[in-house]
């Protein structure tokens, strides 16, 4: 059973759990992790933090542990998840193919159903995920920004958002574009998504990006800016079946850019 902090998990007996039909796909993918520790050198928050919760193994217990009733869906599973990146670097040391990704996204999905929000907190997260997922508010929110003294987010919109004082400055978008260059012949193909955020405050680094796939032979295939493309932040703004339509619309895009390239 897990501490009150959550900090250490020990394995329970699940012989007579009982598991909403609802919950039953996620379970069944959260039995397959056999603990074995393998994740753990490969998960960076892991790595930084030395503990269970904060591990991929751990995360997985967590879920497992509410879907089973033995935590609750509240405030102390949610802290663990938010904590995790997503970049899914225990994936491939996983002997037990354990689908972490898929893990993560349908028990942060769950956990929405069950944490009540007060109505400025839902209105604040609903804002500041609209804000991510469209360049154009990004870049009015930046030059917003300005006119706050200081380069921190004010600290009652941070409290509000996450329930802690500002720690990083404000971004300050990148500048210039980068130099061409003659390329080799293209040898295979590379689909490139700008992203919302990227596009918006690091335009250099995406153009950097491309430079080096192409002196390495990619024909790189980027559609211009739509707002029907769905970027990585939409998959935080939307759950479910939304967040499934959001990724098959971008196939979609890329697809017909492909045919037009």
């Known amino acids: 059973m897990a501490t009150k902090e959550t900090d250490q998990i020990e394995p329970q007996a699940t012989s007579d759990v009982s598991v909403r039909v609802s919950d039953q796909d996620l379970h069944d993918k959260t039995v397959r992790c056999i603990r074995c520790g393998f994740c753990l050198e490969a998960c960076p928050t892991y790595r930084l933090t030395g503990r269970e919760t904060e591990s991929p193994r ?4 967590l879920v497992r542990s509410a879907i089973e009733g033995q935590l609750r869906w509240d405030e102390n599973v949610q802290r663990h998840l938010d904590t995790c990146l997503g970049c899914r670097a225990c994936e491939p040391a996983c002997p037990s193919g354990v689908e972490y990704g898929s893990i993560l996204e349908m028990a942060r999905e769950r956990l929405e159903k069950e944490l009540i929000r007060g109505g400025a907190e839902r209105f604040a997260r609903g804002r500041l995920l609209r804000t991510l997922t469209d360049s154009r508010k990004i ?3 930046v030059a917003l920004s300005r006119l706050w003294p200081g380069r921190k987010m004010p600290g009652w919109i941070s409290r509000l958002l996450s329930g802690a004082r500002a720690e990083v400055e404000t971004p300050v978008p990148e500048t210039g574009g980068w130099p061409p260059a003659d390329y080799p012949e293209s040898a295979r193909r590379v689909f490139f998504l700008e992203g919302c955020a990227m596009r918006a405050l690091f335009s250099r680094t995406n ?3 491309v430079d080096l796939l192409r002196r390495h032979r990619c024909d ?3 559609p211009p800016p739509s707002r029907l493309l769905r970027c ?4 935080q703004r939307e759950r479910g079946e939304r967040q499934r339509l959001g990724a098959q619309n971008n196939r979609r895009l890329f697809r017909g850019h492909t045919r037009n390239h």
């Open 207 to 209: 153009a950097a990006t």
């Open 220 to 222: 790189v295939i980027a």
């Open 58 to 61: 751990g995360r997985i217990y």
């Open 232 to 235: 990585a932040a939409y998959a």
């Open 139 to 141: 870049r009015r929110s």
